[in-house]
């Protein structure tokens, strides 16, 4: 967590505070805490404070905006194909319709035309993939639903993009934005929803009407504030964190493409020469992703064994999401990106963020090649072929 | 001390393995194989099972991590174990997973990831014979004893493998989880088939798969004295689920003609044979120059026989072994190889 963020937190949790449902001075304090937070959030993702509704966390806010938008008006939930579980999940659970992506990652806009009409309710896309950080098209999307599905609302999942791309300008048209604090330096289990005015969303969760009647339950005011306070700083930070941490992503991604034969990076073409060669001298291109991400799918490997290889030299990374049983699923992301799926079991997502260094990126440099080499030493070699008895 | 991986299935056994490694000073890494991803409630693979062995791994203070390898087992036990079944064999899926995951898959891992050694909680002994090498023995606890899932185990395999509840009887085992305040101490033993639920049974789970077709059964002179909707279910010797009941005579099955849909019985007598012919047999460190006993199902007795050409031929008359089970060759106490009935 940012400091200032566990600050606001722990300052808190030994302050007397009471329930900001309360009448009486503590309460009104508490009160307080939760109004200037949702004017920092308020601020933060381009929305007004009376938009804001503070959640336990982003698959809530993904929950409340799809779930909630079908109850007030039922009708039909799209979305694409590489959407978060929190987001896909529901609508697939409800039979809505998901909508393919391309190979780029890029969601297929004539298939989202196909699947736009006036039943549909709520379009679920989100800013940037959570796996592979590639950004998707929010305006253009925005475009085909005003002309296909008028009765529809536009919810964006923000909440890996939230760190390195403007909600005001980005997700100005989108109705409904679910973000969650942990990714951008707040606590864990707390996040927001920006229900713009006009949306008739319901709520989910019913009872003291707290959060005007959309998200009942007496708020988490420390994790609020926690939020607050990191969402604040890093509003402030991310124009020059995002060129910083960019640079230290094209350095990583770049030093594997070198280093380690068989690596593809998600949603990047192969860099090319000006005469259409390829060309793996020149810079790849990566302005369609998120700063942070470096996504990569390694050949002839399992990402499985690398990530344990990796944890034994203090790099951690993830291959892509983990099942409740904490086995690595072959990522549906890439799934839907038509990835081979033994090239999806070879996924390694390093992601990057404001405590990276030069010498993380130094780190992984060093550590990861030669534990793919031997990884694929490994698997050329079966031990078991020479000693198992001939049968 | 040495870097070990024990596979921790969230049951107790293994579970008192990692915890007799841990306590002898090793390095020992935790991992709990996720093999199936359906429905089951018999076996492993579940998410409780699964935080069950993290738990333990967290009480044992040592690491724990999760290696998915459903995509293997698919292809080399439930795809082969289907296929058994639909060409009239009875499988030990049990001995696939051995064989190709747990002594193969997660061996290969293991190299890959600098262990030297492996460990489970079978309860079987690994020993060493006059000439230096390596056997599966039967485990302290008679009971419990897995040798026989443990046959096809060779030379490289048994040096890399540590078995370290194998000494002791299940009693012990469980004693010892519990004094380590172990949230496995009293948990059941698995039972049956991991990947099948108990509600369907193996009729679910084969006939999601492939089309089971009906049979007649017969008696010796070929009087018809029931029928079967689904022949793939029957296995030879088998009495009970023929739905023959208030007949006074017990019906064993003594052969099945699929293709013709017949199913023939007749009395125990008809059911035993001089010779069980074998495919893929394999010997642990050559054929050894000893009577040996043989055994032909997890908990079966063992009774004498010798190979000749690829056949076992029975000392005394021996029930007839359903084709696709795994017999296995004992010298004493030690596995010295094994087949598999055709």
Request: with cysteine.
């Amino acid at each position: 967590m940012r400091p200032v963020a566990v600050e606001a937190m722990t300052a808190l949790l030994t302050d007397g505070l009471g329930n900001p449902s309360g009448a009486h001075r503590l309460a009104r304090r508490a009160n307080q805490v939760i109004d200037d937070a949702r004017e920092q959030m308020a601020d933060a993702m381009g929305a007004e404070p009376g938009e804001i509704v503070f959640t336990g966390g982003g698959t809530e806010a993904d929950n409340l905006a799809v779930l909630g938008a079908l109850e007030a008006v039922p009708g039909v939930p799209v979305c694409s194909a590489i959407e978060h579980h929190a987001v896909i999940e529901p609508i697939e659970h409800l039979g809505g319709r998901v909508v393919a992506v391309g190979h780029d990652g890029q969601l297929n806009l004539d298939a989202l035309a196909e699947a736009l009409d006036d039943d549909v309710r709520v379009v679920s896309v989100m800013l940037a993939n959570n796996e592979t950080g590639i950004l998707q098209p929010l305006d253009a999307i925005a475009d085909l639903i005003r002309t296909n599905a008028p009765n529809a609302l536009l919810h964006t999942d923000a909440v890996q993009a939230f760190s390195w791309i403007d909600l005001a300008s980005a997700a100005a048209r989108a109705d409904l934005i679910s973000v969650s604090a942990h990714k951008f330096g707040g606590p864990q289990g707390v996040g927001a929803l920006v229900v713009r005015s006009g949306a008739d969303l319901a709520p989910l969760v019913r009872g003291g009407g707290q959060e005007r009647g959309r998200r009942s339950g007496t708020q988490n005011v420390p994790g609020i504030a926690a939020m607050a306070a990191a969402a604040t700083e890093m509003v402030a930070n991310r124009p020059t964190e995002t060129v910083r941490v960019a640079a230290l992503r094209d350095r990583l991604a770049d030093g594997l493409r070198a280093a380690v034969p068989g690596v593809v990076e998600s949603g990047v073409p192969e860099p090319t020469a000006p005469n259409g060669q390829l060309d793996r001298a020149n810079k790849a291109e990566r302005s369609n992703k998120t700063a942070n991400m470096c996504h990569v799918c390694i050949e002839d490997i399992e990402s499985e064994a690398l990530l344990f290889l990796l944890e034994k030299e203090d790099v951690l990374a993830s291959a892509a999401a983990s099942c409740s049983s904490g086995a690595m699923e072959p990522s549906h992301v890439l799934a839907a990106m038509g990835y081979d799926r033994q090239l999806a079991f070879g996924s390694l997502r390093l992601s990057l963020g404001y405590p990276s260094t030069d010498a993380d990126v130094d780190a992984a440099l060093a550590f990861i090649p030669p534990a793919v080499e031997r990884l694929r030493q490994a698997a050329g070699t079966n031990p078991l072929v020479s000693s198992t008895v001939a049968r | 001390m040495s870097e070990i991986l024990v596979a921790m299935s969230g049951g107790v056994d293994s579970s008192v393995a990692a915890a007799l490694l841990a306590a002898e000073g090793h390095d020992v890494t935790g991992v709990t194989l996720k093999l199936w991803g359906g429905e089951s409630d018999s076996g492993c693979c579940s998410v409780s099972d699964v935080e069950d062995a993290r738990r333990v791994a967290q009480q044992l203070g040592i690491d724990h991590h999760v290696f998915n390898f459903g995509d293997d087992f698919e292809r080399h036990v439930i795809e082969p174990y289907v296929e058994a079944y639909d060409q009239g064999r009875t499988p030990n899926p049990c001995i696939e997973c051995n064989r190709h995951i747990k002594f193969d898959r997660l061996l290969r891992r293991a190299d890959a990831l600098g262990f030297e050694l492996i460990a489970t909680g079978h309860h079987a002994r690994i020993t060493l014979d006059a000439d230096g090498q390596r056997h599966v023995g039967r485990g302290a606890d008679v009971a419990k004893d897995q040798s026989y899932v443990l046959h096809m185990l060779g030379q490289e395999q048994l040096r890399r493998l540590l078995l370290p509840v194998g000494d002791i009887t299940k009693e012990r085992v469980r004693e010892l989880a519990t004094e380590l305040g172990l949230r496995t101490a009293d948990k059941p033993d698995s039972q049956d088939v991991c990947f099948i639920h108990s509600d369907g049974g193996r009729r679910a789970f084969l006939g999601d798969r492939i089309p089971l077709s009906p049979a007649r059964i017969l008696d010796q002179e070929g009087r018809q004295l029931g029928h079967t909707d689904a022949v793939q279910l029957v296995t030879i010797g088998q009495r009970k689920g023929l739905g023959l009941a208030g007949n006074d005579t017990r019906h064993y099955v003594t052969a099945i003609d699929r293709p013709n849909g017949v199913v023939t019985v007749g009395e125990e007598s008809e059911t035993f044979c001089d010779r069980t012919e074998l495919v893929d047999l394999a010997w642990t460190a050559g054929e050894p120059d000893v009577e040996l006993t043989v055994q032909c199902s997890a908990h079966g007795s063992r009774l004498p026989g010798r190979i000749v050409d690829s056949a076992v031929v029975w000392t005394e008359p021996h029930r007839r072994v359903a084709a696709g089970q795994a017999v296995v060759f004992y010298d004493g106490d030690d596995v010295v190889g094994g087949a598999t009935a055709r």
